[in-house]
């Protein structure tokens, strides 16, 4: 250690410390205009401007609370603002002051980055395309974009800036209140999906807790367009499997119009139609059965029911069972008898069943003499596993990989929907459809449903 012939002082290097000393010291009114600047400060700020003008909206209003806090005598710690100036942006850390005369002294210390939420939110939400809101913990609006602003009233745009004005609204956007305050209470994340009665609207909320400011991020995703278009592929690939059927349907309707024939010939002969009158009738129920399930997959029904497996699944089988009789097909099925029932939506449920089989048709090597496509099912961990499987040609390893993918097909006239849809189904259904295959060997499908 170096032996020192006289005490240091600080004073000694005043002058040199000031020259290499980078801080930037204001003068603001109570209005926050700036009023005197050191060298340093007028690297960034010009005289006469308003201090609030150097900030993005949303840290313009920090700023100014920040202010306010100083004025009243409030202890305030520091704070670190996200600047925008005509040197570019920067990142200043401040401490304030009120001199004996009233004015605001304020300190502030550059740095090279922030760990606040809000500086790195200044930056990305500039960018952001959907509706954005920033609330603070009074519920007032400090910061939104015009796509939010589109969905406020007149009075809330002219100065009424609580958000809690949308619960006065009639769609599903009059719970944004009730998910900012669950946010805020709970300082977490939390997304909600909501729609209107008509369901043509149709939103995601995503509410996300800042905790540097104790404000929240709103942000509101409209999926109207999307769902829009997905009503309109599912509605798409339920008309290619109602045509895809109608051969099968056609032909399995033959088996009881021949019985009712024969027995009415029969009847007439005899002049016995009262012994005859139960089989024809039974025949003619039979008729209304088949009819019924397939006309049951052009029905759009969005809402779900409760339903045993073993009907449920016998609303396929004989659908299924028609489809394998014209092509040529062995028709095997086991259903284990399950007394718990599954919330389904049938149509949409019918709608993935006959996209399996349609694809599985589709394997079957010309040439195969043995086809075989089966259907079995059984309880599981409080779950109903359905396993459809067939012996085609299986599916590639490459394409495999790639199955699933919006419009990935290997087909002349496919789509590429038609496993995105089921694999959305199933998760509408809090369900999984998964799809193992090997090449030349077949393929396995397997759905799950919870049991209730």
């Not at 929240?216 to 999307?226: I, K, T």
Request: proline residues 3%.
């Amino acid at each position: 250690m170096h032996k020192l012939m006289y005490t240091l002082s600080i004073n000694d290097y005043k002058r040199k410390f000031k020259e290499i000393k980078q801080d930037i010291e204001l003068i603001l009114d109570h209005e926050g205009y700036i009023l005197a600047k050191n060298e340093y400060g007028e690297k960034y700020f010009d005289d006469s401007h308003c201090f609030y003008d150097y900030f993005i909206p949303y840290d313009a209003k920090r700023a100014n609370c920040y202010i306010r806090q100083i004025i009243l005598g409030e202890s305030c710690p520091d704070l670190i603002l996200f600047h925008k100036t005509e040197r570019g942006t920067i990142y200043i850390q401040y401490r304030g002051a009120v001199s004996e005369e009233g004015y605001i002294l304020l300190h502030g210390r550059p740095c090279a980055a922030t760990p606040s939420q809000s500086a790195a939110l200044a930056q990305f939400l500039p960018h952001f395309e959907h509706a954005y809101g920033i609330i603070d913990h009074q519920m007032r609006m400090v910061q939104s974009n015009k796509a939010f602003q589109d969905y406020c009233t007149d009075s809330f745009l002219n100065g009424e800036d609580s958000i809690l004005n949308f619960a006065d609204r009639e769609d599903g956007l009059a719970v944004i209140p009730r998910l900012i305050r669950d946010v805020q209470k709970r300082k977490v994340a939390l997304d909600l999906e909501v729609k209107n009665e008509t369901q043509t609207e149709h939103w995601k909320l995503k509410a996300i807790y800042l905790q540097d400011t104790h404000s929240v991020l709103l942000m509101v995703y409209d999926l109207s367009p999307e769902k829009k278009y997905m009503h309109l592929l599912t509605y798409k690939d339920q008309m290619e499997s109602v045509s895809y059927l109608s051969a099968g349907v056609a032909h399995e309707l033959r088996n009881p119009l021949s019985v009712i024939k024969g027995f009415l010939q029969l009847s007439t002969l005899t002049d016995s139609f009262h012994k005859y009158s139960n089989t024809i009738l039974s025949e003619t129920e039979r008729m209304n059965e088949i009819i019924d399930n397939f006309l049951s997959l052009a029905r759009k029904k969005a809402t779900k029911e409760f339903q045993s497996p073993q009907q449920l699944l016998s609303s396929v089988i004989d659908i299924i069972r028609s489809e394998c009789l014209m092509q040529g097909v062995h028709f095997d099925y086991q259903v284990q008898p399950v007394t718990d029932q599954v919330e389904v939506n049938v149509s949409s449920f019918k709608q993935i069943i006959l996209n399996v089989l349609r694809n599985a048709m589709e394997s079957y090597p010309a040439q195969s003499r043995r086809k075989v496509f089966r259907l079995h099912s059984y309880k599981e961990d409080k779950q109903l596993i359905i396993q459809l499987s067939d012996n085609g040609e299986g599916i590639p390893a490459h394409v495999l990989e790639n199955l699933g993918k919006p419009f990935y097909t290997t087909k002349d006239k496919g789509t590429g929907v038609g496993v995105p849809l089921c694999k959305k189904i199933m998760e509408e259904h809090n369900g999984t459809f998964d799809i193992k295959s090997q090449h030349r060997k077949g393929t396995i499908v397997t759905l799950t449903f919870p049991l209730m």
